[in-house]
């Protein structure tokens, strides 16, 4: 499936602005790309970036670096139950409590990059075993519908938005 084949009542029109941040292309393509594009960037930073921040209130590098892995993980987690068919409904999660409990200031570089390697491996994966029928089932998170697919869209359009944003807003 193709991002323009994703229909919006699958998702939360919130998560629409990372959605047209994608390609039109099919959900494997875009993870992988995206993979390798994030990584580079990654590897092109310092360490002292991770302490960077555009304005003051604003998160570190580090501590979006973090918020992005652990919404990969939660929208992954989402794709699942969903694909599985539990009906529970999927609460939200409150990105400014997990981040401060993160610590994201104490890693290095290399432990993001590890870390998010692995997890969009972990998703890759994921969504590849999915096939179109368990991609396309509905379920409830953050007191919305959600299909699997839409889920895996938002995480990489959300890594997308982040990667715009370092580059926009803080100069990287």
Same mark, same amino acid.
């Given at each position: 499936m193709t991002r323009s084949q994703l229909q919006t009542s699958e998702y939360n029109a919130f998560y629409q602005t990372y959605i047209d941040k994608l390609p039109n292309e099919d959900l494997i393509s875009i993870m992988k790309d995206l993979k390798e594009e994030f990584v580079a960037f990654l590897q092109g930073l310092e360490e002292e970036d991770l302490k %960077? @921040? =555009? #304005?003051?209130g604003k998160w570190t590098v580090a501590q979006v670096l973090q918020h992005i892995i652990d919404t990969e993980r939660i929208f992954q987690y989402r794709a699942l139950t969903i694909a599985r068919e539990d009906l529970t409904p999927l609460p939200g999660f409150d990105?400014? #409590? =997990?981040?401060?409990? /993160?610590? #994201?200031e104490r890693r290095?570089?290399?432990?993001? &990059?590890?870390?998010?390697?692995c997890v969009r491996d972990a998703g890759i994966a994921l @969504?590849?075993? +999915?096939d179109d029928e368990m991609s396309g089932k509905f379920g409830?998170? /953050?007191?919305?519908? +959600?299909?699997?697919r839409a889920a895996g @869209? &938002? +995480? #990489?359009?959300h890594?997308?938005?982040h990667l715009l944003l370092f580059k926009t %807003? =803080?100069?990287l």
């Open positions: %960077h @921040f =555009y #304005a003051e990105q400014d #409590a =997990y981040v401060p409990s /993160s610590k #994201a290095s570089l290399s432990s993001f &990059i590890k870390e998010f390697e @969504f590849e075993s +999915l409830e998170a /953050s007191n919305s519908q +959600l299909t699997p @869209f &938002i +995480l #990489a359009g890594q997308k938005h %807003h =803080y100069g």
